[in-house]
């Protein structure tokens, strides 16, 4: 059955950093011939409201049946494609309108422990990899986010959305109940939003679904700060090991690598402004004020500000360390000008007490 007919599904994600760059316009060139693809679109908001700045590409996966704690459901795969490098899978399972509390919080429980989806999402990933081959540059250390969104055209408001979010059966504290409920969410009678750390329910009346497209925007922004991040700490263990190897040369070798280094740190402080300045353009929430809350508190609670915080200071060490070898070449070079004008100095008295002897 197709899976458009249920009001009420489970979208598990697996959001991951496969390239630096991926040219979305090649990546429809290639991929529209052979599935169904289409660029993302919010359905509610005017053009303005919300700038997406390059829409990701979505490309159908296709549908199937799993068995999932020990039932079968409707499956039906998608991936998102981004301009930054970032693929985003995701699997919608299917629920049927009669499906009761308990079964819905034990398959949230079920899809929390298990690792029997992983294969399927790797698969996938193979899938769009090997498709992209011709826009993909070559892969890099893959970093990858999971999440669940429940979500529902149909919602029981007798339900805890609590223990599905937190995938637990047993009992949770009102301290556990009023901090997951923290971040909740509502502009009508028709809709309700509850965002944590690793899992949101999302209840529309209409079906729309720009609220999850919304919340995956903050995961691949988290994910894109995650990677740019672990590239800066690299990075910056391979500038003390560099400078420390520098060091132990001849002043002339010294200077040398110093200049390299430095050229290399301008060169990654360039790459990491222009594209963490990608990151924050990605999506702008300009006139929308529902949206812009939601939006704003996904990337609260995914932390991005910490992400960007710890980036920002890494820069600095970075800057810092480019500015100490500057200081160094500058003084050296300092130097012998001094030493050269010595030089002439002692060379024109040489010369001059040579013509008088002479």
Same mark, same amino acid.
């Given at each position: 059955?197709?899976?458009?007919?249920? &009001?009420?599904?489970?979208?598990?994600?697996?959001?991951?950093?496969?390239?630096?760059?991926?040219?979305?316009?090649?990546?429809?060139? *290639?991929?529209?011939?052979? &599935?169904?693809?289409?660029?993302?679109?919010?359905?509610?908001?005017?053009?303005?409201? /919300?700038?997406? +700045?390059?829409?990701?590409?979505?490309?159908?996966?296709?549908?199937?049946?799993?068995?999932?704690?020990?039932?079968?459901?409707? *499956?039906?795969?998608?991936?998102?494609?981004?301009?930054?490098?970032?693929?985003?899978?995701?699997?919608?399972?299917?629920?049927?309108?009669? $499906?009761?509390?308990?079964?819905?919080?034990?398959?949230?429980?079920?899809?929390?422990?298990?690792?029997?989806?992983?294969?399927?999402?790797?698969?996938?990933?193979?899938?769009?990899?090997? !498709?992209?081959?011709?826009?993909?540059?070559?892969?890099?250390?893959?970093?990858?986010?999971?999440?669940?969104?429940?979500?529902? +055209? &149909?919602?029981?408001?007798?339900?805890?959305?609590?223990?599905?979010?937190?995938?637990?059966?047993?009992?949770?504290?009102?301290?556990?109940?009023?901090?997951?409920?923290?971040?909740?969410?509502?502009?009508?009678? +028709?809709?309700?939003?509850?965002?944590?750390?690793?899992?949101?329910?999302?209840?529309?009346?209409?079906?729309?679904?720009?609220?999850?497209?919304?919340?995956?925007?903050?995961?691949?922004?988290?994910?894109?700060?995650?990677?740019?991040?672990?590239?800066? !700490?690299?990075?910056?263990?391979?500038?003390?090991?560099?400078?420390?190897?520098?060091?132990?040369?001849?002043?002339?070798?010294?200077?040398?690598?110093?200049?390299? /280094?430095?050229?290399?740190?301008?060169?990654?402080? $360039?790459?990491?402004?222009?594209?963490?300045?990608? $990151?924050?353009?990605?999506?702008?929430?300009?006139?929308?004020?529902?949206?812009?809350?939601?939006?704003?508190?996904?990337?609260?609670?995914?932390?991005?500000?910490?992400?960007?915080?710890?980036?920002?200071?890494?820069?600095?060490?970075?800057?810092?360390?480019?500015?100490?070898? !500057?200081?160094?070449?500058?003084?050296?070079? !300092?130097?012998?000008?001094?030493?050269? /004008?010595?030089?002439?100095?002692?060379?024109?008295?040489?010369?001059?007490?040579?013509?008088?002897?002479?």
């Amino acid at each position: 059955m197709n899976i458009s007919s249920f &009001k009420n599904s489970v979208w598990v994600y697996r959001i991951f950093e496969i390239t630096d760059e991926i040219d979305l316009r090649n990546v429809e060139r *290639v991929l529209s011939p052979e &599935k169904p693809t289409s660029r993302m679109r919010l359905s509610r908001v005017r053009p303005k409201s /919300i700038h997406i +700045g390059n829409p990701p590409v979505t490309v159908d996966l296709g549908s199937r049946e799993l068995y999932l704690n020990g039932e079968p459901y409707p *499956v039906t795969a998608s991936a998102r494609i981004y301009d930054l490098g970032v693929v985003s899978l995701v699997l919608k399972i299917g629920l049927t309108e009669d $499906i009761n509390y308990e079964k819905l919080r034990d398959l949230s429980v079920f899809l929390y422990n298990t690792d029997e989806l992983e294969p399927l999402f790797d698969n996938y990933l193979e899938i769009i990899k090997k !498709s992209l081959h011709i826009t993909v540059s070559e892969p890099i250390e893959e970093f990858m986010e999971d999440f669940v969104i429940y979500f529902f +055209g &149909k919602w029981d408001s007798s339900w805890n959305p609590v223990p599905i979010l937190l995938a637990e059966k047993e009992p949770v504290s009102e301290q556990t109940e009023q901090e997951t409920m923290k971040n909740i969410f509502s502009y009508s009678p +028709g809709d309700l939003t509850v965002v944590t750390w690793d899992s949101a329910l999302v209840y529309d009346s209409e079906g729309s679904t720009d609220i999850p497209d919304l919340i995956e925007f903050a995961i691949t922004q988290l994910l894109e700060l995650r990677y740019y991040d672990s590239i800066l !700490s690299t990075e910056l263990d391979r500038m003390y090991d560099l400078i420390e190897m520098a060091d132990k040369e001849g002043w002339w070798t010294r200077l040398r690598q110093y200049r390299r /280094i430095m050229k290399n740190l301008m060169e990654l402080v $360039i790459d990491i402004a222009v594209t963490t300045e990608r $990151i924050q353009k990605q999506l702008k929430v300009t006139e929308d004020v529902f949206y812009a809350r939601v939006y704003g508190a996904a990337l609260s609670i995914f932390r991005t500000r910490e992400w960007t915080d710890s980036i920002q200071h890494k820069v600095k060490l970075i800057q810092g360390n480019y500015a100490m070898l !500057s200081d160094e070449v500058i003084n050296h070079r !300092s130097m012998l000008l001094e030493v050269a /004008i010595v030089a002439l100095f002692v060379f024109e008295v040489i010369l001059t007490l040579v013509e008088k002897l002479f």
